[in-house]
Nanobody
């Protein structure tokens, strides 16, 4: 059974950093686009960043220059380094890994 599990969320102060990690197991994962999404209360789930099989990345304008997405195809992990956090980054963050969703991890940034 495929499992995608996020970790690393929590509480941070504005200007601080958090690193989210996503680990996939239980399946054979094709190498394709993977990404991080987030959903704030009362809002839709939006793409934050994605990375393709060639390592090309793309970021939402709101996080460009502050967040970095990376992947390890051997370990089946996907990370999101978040720096210079802002209160508006507060949301539940979801990992999308090779067609599978994680359960989400809460990130709260205080001002």
């Amino acid at each position: 059974q495929v499992q995608v599990v996020e970790s690393g969320g929590g509480l941070a102060q504005a200007g601080g950093s958090l690193r989210l990690s996503c680990a996939a197991s239980g399946g054979i994962f094709s190498i394709n686009v993977m990404g991080w999404y987030r959903q704030a209360p009362g809002k839709q789930r939006d793409l934050v960043a994605f990375i393709n099989e060639g390592g090309t990345t793309n970021y939402d304008q709101a996080v460009k220059g502050r967040f970095t997405i990376s992947r390890d195809n051997v370990k089946n992990t996907l990370d999101l380094q978040m720096n210079s956090l802002k209160p508006e980054d507060t949301a539940v963050y979801y990992c999308f890994y090779s067609g599978y969703w994680g359960q989400g991890t809460q990130v709260t940034v205080s001002s």
